[in-house]
């Protein structure tokens, strides 16, 4: 019993971990907004990414290569979706919108992968539905900032594109191969998804030219490189592993609250009452909608 609990106990650990890190790359693509140009921060992020998970998945995917190519059409999907297109979203939003705004339209991704839940054939439920119909009027009343001619934030938009593109991402998971090694798959997304990344990092560098690397630019993406790539994934699976996905998720959940205080504490934004209406709606509607049927 006490092993057991031990292990719960070190699972919401790593949850929480790796919730309040992601959480802090928001507020970094809020911080590096007027310095990094969305997409070489997406790049250059992603080569960070690949330096320190080489020493531990390299080898794992060089194992598994005959099934990574059998697979590549997936995994060249699978990296589109959660590494070129996702966060370079993510950093694009970070230009005209909040980091708080950014974590509570993410903490909404349950909506969509519902959504393509259902699309799939499976049935929602009443609970489930009430649940993210709630957490959709939360958004609504985010973005549109409570007024009935709402004008958009053209980073609450490329937020909600960035959560479209996480939701997809998490769907396709589900037909990962079971054969296919966790490390082996996160090193190949890291791989295809900086070198899908590259057309586009030069067209940024010939139109926008570089960025000075400072300790106010290189920081930051060594924190997103580093920590938000690999230590979160790596928590993350971890905690997936102890405690189930559904357990780890409802910590998942708290990743406003978490990018609330951070972007409080290190860029001054402050929450307002609507603010903090927006994130009850959407926090208890996707928490109520993924609890079980009473």
Wanted: hydrophobic share 55%; net charge positive.
């Amino acid at each position: 019993m006490k092993g057991a609990n031990g292990a719960a106990g070190l699972g919401l650990v790593l949850a929480g971990v790796a919730t309040v890190v992601w959480s802090g790359s928001f507020v970094t693509s809020r911080a590096l907004h007027d310095s990094v140009p969305p997409v070489q921060a997406a790049f250059w992020r992603w080569i960070v990414a690949l330096v320190a998970l080489a020493p531990f998945a390299a080898g794992q995917a060089w194992r598994q290569r005959r099934l990574l190519r059998r697979r590549l059409r997936f995994v060249v999907l699978a990296s589109l979706l959660g590494v070129t297109v996702y966060n370079t979203l993510v950093n694009q939003a970070g230009i005209s919108t909040s980091a708080g705004n950014m974590g509570m339209i993410m903490a909404a991704s349950p909506v969509l992968m519902a959504l393509f839940a259902r699309i799939g054939g499976e049935r929602l439920g009443a609970r489930r539905t009430t649940g993210l119909l709630i957490a959709v009027a939360g958004v609504l009343l985010l973005v549109s900032k409570g007024s009935a001619a709402p004008h958009f934030a053209p980073g609450d938009l490329w937020m909600i594109a960035a959560a479209l593109s996480f939701a997809s991402y998490s769907a396709l998971l589900r037909r990962k191969p079971a054969e296919l090694g966790g490390l082996a798959f996160l090193f190949a997304t890291f791989v295809l998804g900086a070198l899908m990344l590259l057309p586009a990092y030069g067209v940024s560098l010939a139109a926008q030219g570089g960025f000075e690397p400072t300790a106010g630019t290189v920081g930051p993406l060594l924190y997103v490189g580093v920590f938000s790539s690999a230590v979160a994934f790596f928590a993350w699976n971890k905690a997936v592993a102890l405690i189930g996905a559904t357990r780890a998720g409802v910590v998942y959940y708290l990743q406003p609250v978490c990018v609330a205080l951070l972007s409080f504490a290190v860029l001054g934004e402050a929450t307002g009452p609507m603010q903090i209406v927006c994130m009850a709606l959407i926090l208890g509607g996707v928490m109520w909608g993924a609890g079980r049927p009473k």
